[in-house]
């Protein structure tokens, strides 16, 4: 029986990849592994083969107290110095992450070939893009077959949809300075700058602002793109020029000083019971034949973003495993956008309720 450890999985997005899982796939043996697995009780009532574990990411050795060696480890809470990670390559199991921002998955990269010497036993995932690689494996199958493409990928975050507690530690980054490639060349970006006026086809424009995103740092790479772009707002305008004046004021520099993190806090989370994610993906450029192209995708998800990045989660899952269709992922160090099969990605987000839309 194969068994997957779900770090987190008693969270917020681990708790609905875990209930998928066990629909799809009843034969898996999940873990759902976390500090306090009392919180999985009312979960694992529901799903066959499923057992909670107790585990800290913060440990030297996260996987040392388990009684078998995993096949698959999901990383769906933050793992900061890595101790996870090393830990299962460490053992052969496969590894799948979905919490790294840019900074963090360049210095992980960095330990990890240090560690391997670029030579893995199995998969090794950095799926950290927007959604879990979603968005981006989507990106990059509009760009295929443009030259001097420009890609957009703008968000339209609901403020009345859910997100986990981890998702402040990515917020508290919205004063550095991030690194996106234009015209070919690299160039630093600062957070809530350059907006630019979107339409979403379901609810109307909006003022996106750019923001930090793995997307910025792969889609270059696989596309070719000339300029690649990510941008978000929030679906209350109000709410959007709020946050952009006070990244941008001293009050800002001020409450990100240690002493006031909790109110930090306060301010960047306030969850919701849930709302609709949006992200319009655009690609211009010229086809083969020298002609100017204008493609779009339109991705909208109900459920909300947790219920997309547990979607995208579990497309990861099946093609480490090589389920749903999916080629078993090779024993090698890889971005998911970059070896995710696009048409098989979005048959999977078809079947789980995500609505996709190309433009006419």
Do not use: C
């Not at 893995?120 to 968005?135: D, G, L, N, Q």
């Not at 989660?313 to 090779?330: C, P």
């Amino acid at each position: 029986m194969t068994t997957v450890l779900l770090a987190g999985g008693a969270g917020v997005v681990g708790s609905q990849v875990a209930q998928l899982l066990g629909r799809l796939y009843p034969e898996l043996r999940l873990l759902v592994g976390g500090r306090s697995p009392d919180k999985a009780v009312s979960l694992l009532g529901s799903l066959p083969n499923a057992e909670p574990i107790t585990m800290n990411v913060v440990d030297a050795d996260s996987l040392a107290s388990l009684k078998a060696i995993p096949d698959l480890v999901v990383a769906m809470v933050n793992d900061p110095d890595d101790r996870l990670l090393f830990s299962a390559v460490r053992r052969g199991s496969a590894y799948i992450d979905i919490t790294r921002w840019t900074e963090r998955l360049q210095q992980s990269q960095s330990r990890l070939l240090a560690l391997t010497g670029g030579q893995s036993k199995a998969p090794v995932v950095f799926a950290s893009s927007w959604m879990a690689a979603t968005a981006a494996t989507l990106a990059r199958a509009l760009a295929e077959g443009l030259h001097d493409a420009e890609l957009n990928m703008d968000i339209l975050f609901d403020m009345h949809d859910k997100a986990g507690p981890n998702s402040t530690e990515y917020m508290d980054r919205l004063r550095t300075p991030f690194t996106v490639i234009e015209q070919g060349k690299s160039t630093l970006k600062r957070p809530f700058t350059e907006p630019r006026r979107v339409t979403f086809p379901d609810h109307g424009t909006a003022r996106t602002y750019r923001f930090d995103a793995p997307d910025q740092l792969t889609l270059p790479v696989l596309t070719g793109a000339r300029s690649v772009s990510a941008r978000i707002a929030f679906d209350s305008p109000s709410a959007t020029e709020s946050l952009k004046w006070l990244v941008r004021s001293p009050v800002w520099s001020l409450l990100n000083r240690p002493a006031f993190e909790r109110t930090r806090h306060a301010i960047l989370y306030n969850p919701g019971d849930g709302g609709a994610h949006r992200i319009l993906l655009t690609a211009q450029g010229r086809d083969d034949a020298g002609q100017a192209a204008d493609r779009q995708l339109y991705i909208r998800a109900e459920q909300g973003q947790t219920y997309l990045t547990a979607v995208g989660t579990v497309i990861q899952i099946e093609r480490v495993l090589g389920l749903a269709g999916h080629q078993k992922a090779s024993a090698s160090i890889q971005f998911a956008e970059a070896e995710t099969d696009p048409a098989l990605a979005r048959n999977r987000l078809l079947k789980l309720g995500i609505e996709l839309h190309d433009k006419v």
